[in-house]
């Protein structure tokens, strides 16, 4: 699975868009790019995946670059309850589908 | 709700008392997997199963067993917990296949003395 790179921490205001970025320069074309992120020391929290389409739920968007080498998780408007740190992840297909967790980036929600 | 149960939440023991932590998920998803957390070295996994009856390591196996009777539970065992083994453990399940998201549990933390 393709590694990626995120940076280490961001702040951001209340109410403000919060865009995460995430390079992933190695992604193989059928790799997924997925989202997580975890509050202080609860289950790690699933927000969102795509492959090479822009996706959006109820929690956030998610941009992937044409070439999918680079993707931005945005979440709209930012709350205190949206400091945590967040994951991206890459994953292929089948196999031991083993969510490999790297130190992520810890956004911080200010007042 | 769909979810993934762990139990217990919370546990502290003595080094070589066999303990067992369970997982169980309502969501009918073929695979489930463990992970445990450590300061500095983020989710490792340590088991998983791709269905009822089939069950691999994953990274970080030793001292840990695992089985999968049921499609819905996929409990974790230590047999003589030592206390290199105190972490916050995770299970996991999604369904099989590619792009299929997984879903955790809240978590065991475990203190073994």
């Known amino acids: 699975d393709a590694k990626t790179t995120q940076p280490t921490s961001m702040d951001c205001a209340e109410g403000r868009a919060a865009n995460l970025p995430c390079n992933h320069s190695t992604i193989s074309g059928n790799e997924y790019v997925y989202w997580y992120r975890q509050i202080h020391s609860q289950g790690p929290q699933y927000i969102i995946h795509g492959l090479k389409n822009n996706e959006t739920n109820e929690m956030a968007s998610l941009i992937i670059t044409e070439d999918r080498k680079s993707s931005t998780l945005i979440l709209p408007h930012a709350t205190l309850r949206d400091t945590a740190v967040y994951y991206c992840i890459v994953r292929g297909g089948v196999g031991g589908q083993n969510f490999v967790f790297g130190p992520g980036t810890r956004l911080s929600v200010l007042p | ?113």
């Open chain 2, 1 to 113: 709700e769909a979810q993934v149960t762990q139990n217990p939440r919370y546990l502290i023991t003595v080094t070589g008392k066999k303990l067992t932590v369970t997982c169980s998920q309502n969501m009918n998803h073929e695979y489930m997997s463990w992970y445990r957390q450590d300061p500095g070295l983020g989710l490792r996994q340590i088991y998983y199963s791709m269905n009822v009856e089939v069950t691999d390591k994953g990274d970080v196996p030793e001292g840990y067993k695992v089985s999968r009777k049921e499609k819905r539970n996929f409990p974790l065992i230590l047999e003589s917990p030592s206390p290199n083994q105190t972490s916050l453990y995770f299970c996991a399940s999604s369904f099989k296949g590619s792009g299929q998201p997984q879903h955790f549990g809240d978590g065991t933390r475990l203190s073994i003395l």
